[in-house]
């Protein structure tokens, strides 16, 4: 596999997915930047289709298969919101989607793959778990695989997010960005390389799963770990496409943050700006919020992952279940 995405790719994608995607809301809070020191502007991924930014790959990857391919439908793995976006990009396109999700998978992202359309298959929740359930069921059905990150499309259609914070605000000192398995961090990183040389790119990973910077700093990338986070969304292991432009094209800096430090971001988000967001999203708020960025006071941009949580939980608490 091959990092070579330019910038034709990614105006090509933002051609494909125009009729599909939402231009999302760029938001801002007083409260928020009075704790941060700094303005911050919040890229709200989490009112795109299917709540997150993963929607525009996966619907740039749909638009340019082959309509006799995308015919014969498509897989992925997937812990949510990849799934989700997968899902309702082939309805759109009229074909079907079958979804691998690890046992144990966030039920409000299972049942709302489900209402796009799909079907959805379980699977341990390890790499190779997920790996060998895709290659049953490609082998079954002759479906086409279409990565949450390892697709030069996927990652050319995730980088249309920050193409459009980079538009909507001028002169930004930096971009924080969550990583998992590393599809939206390296669109981003392309995009502002582009647009925005002078802005640094902020990578924000979980402690419990900090499996892409220790890939960096390694050199080699690390799959074979057991992530331990409430960000479900960021336990996938980084992307050898991904790895590849990130070693070629650095984030300026990696950031973790721990579990308390990201339900206190989920929790200051929601209650102070009244987004609601989801954890892997509060992964890229925690660093402002904690101090953990050594930056002058400027101009924060902040991609929002998405908005899926699984309210169930918290409703079942009011209503004085057990």
Same mark, same amino acid.
């Given at each position: 596999?091959?990092?070579?995405?330019?910038? @034709?790719?990614?105006?090509?994608?933002?051609?494909?997915?125009?009729?599909?995607?939402?231009? #999302?809301?760029?938001?801002?809070?007083? /409260?928020?930047?009075?704790?941060?020191?700094?303005? +911050?502007?919040?890229?709200?991924?989490?009112?795109?289709?299917?709540?997150?930014?993963?929607?525009?790959?996966?619907?740039?990857?749909?638009?340019? /298969?082959?309509?006799?391919?995308?015919?014969?439908?498509? *897989?992925?793995?997937?812990?949510?919101?990849?799934?989700? $976006?997968?899902? /309702?990009?082939?309805?759109?396109?009229?074909?079907?989607?079958?979804?691998?999700?690890?046992? &144990?998978?966030?039920?409000?992202?299972?049942?709302? #793959?489900? %209402?796009? =359309?799909?079907?959805? +298959?379980?699977?341990?929740?390890? @790499?190779?778990?997920?790996?060998? $359930?895709?290659?049953?069921?490609?082998?079954?059905?002759?479906?086409?695989?279409?990565?949450?990150?390892?697709?030069?499309?996927?990652?050319?259609?995730?980088?249309?997010?920050?193409?459009?914070? *980079?538009?909507?605000?001028?002169?930004?000192?930096?971009?924080?960005?969550?990583?998992?398995? %590393?599809?939206?961090?390296?669109?981003?990183?392309?995009?502002?390389?582009?647009?925005?040389?002078?802005?640094?790119?902020?990578?924000?990973?979980?402690? =419990?799963?900090?499996?892409?910077?220790?890939?960096?700093?390694?050199? @080699?990338?690390?799959?074979?770990?057991?992530? @331990?986070?409430?960000?479900?969304?960021?336990?996938?292991? /980084?992307?050898?496409?991904?790895?590849?432009?990130?070693?070629?094209?650095?984030?300026?800096?990696?950031?973790?943050?721990?579990?308390?430090?990201?339900?206190? $971001?989920?929790?200051? *988000?929601?209650?102070?700006?009244?987004?609601?967001?989801?954890?892997?999203?509060?992964?890229?708020?925690?660093?402002?919020?904690? &101090?953990?960025?050594?930056?002058?006071?400027?101009?924060?941009?902040?991609?929002?992952?998405?908005?899926?949580?699984?309210?169930?939980?918290?409703?079942?608490?009011?209503? %004085?279940?057990?």
């Amino acid at each position: 596999m091959s990092a070579s995405i330019g910038w @034709h790719d990614i105006e090509a994608a933002r051609r494909r997915i125009a009729p599909f995607a939402h231009c #999302t809301p760029v938001h801002t809070s007083r /409260l928020l930047d009075a704790a941060c020191g700094a303005r +911050v502007f919040l890229k709200c991924e989490n009112f795109q289709r299917t709540g997150s930014f993963k929607f525009r790959g996966a619907t740039n990857a749909m638009a340019a /298969l082959d309509p006799a391919v995308r015919k014969r439908g498509v *897989i992925a793995d997937s812990s949510g919101n990849h799934a989700q $976006a997968l899902a /309702l990009a082939a309805c759109l396109h009229q074909t079907v989607a079958t979804l691998v999700m690890p046992e &144990g998978a966030n039920p409000a992202k299972v049942e709302a #793959t489900r %209402g796009y =359309g799909a079907a959805v +298959v379980f699977c341990p929740p390890t @790499h190779d778990g997920r790996r060998d $359930a895709v290659a049953r069921l490609i082998a079954e059905t002759r479906a086409s695989y279409v990565s949450p990150h390892d697709d030069p499309l996927v990652i050319a259609g995730q980088a249309t997010a920050a193409c459009e914070l *980079i538009e909507a605000v001028d002169r930004l000192d930096a971009i924080l960005v969550p990583v998992g398995g %590393g599809g939206l961090l390296a669109g981003t990183l392309l995009a502002v390389r582009h647009l925005a040389p002078k802005a640094q790119v902020v990578a924000c990973e979980p402690a =419990g799963a900090d499996d892409a910077a220790r890939s960096l700093e390694t050199g @080699h990338r690390i799959t074979d770990f057991v992530p @331990h986070t409430v960000a479900d969304g960021l336990r996938t292991p /980084l992307g050898e496409i991904p790895f590849e432009i990130l070693s070629r094209d650095r984030p300026d800096r990696f950031v973790l943050v721990d579990e308390d430090e990201i339900l206190t $971001a989920m929790r200051f *988000i929601w209650e102070r700006t009244k987004l609601v967001i989801e954890p892997s999203s509060a992964v890229a708020v925690a660093p402002l919020l904690f &101090g953990k960025l050594d930056l002058p006071a400027g101009r924060i941009g902040v991609l929002v992952s998405g908005g899926n949580v699984d309210l169930e939980p918290l409703f079942a608490t009011m209503r %004085g279940a057990p």
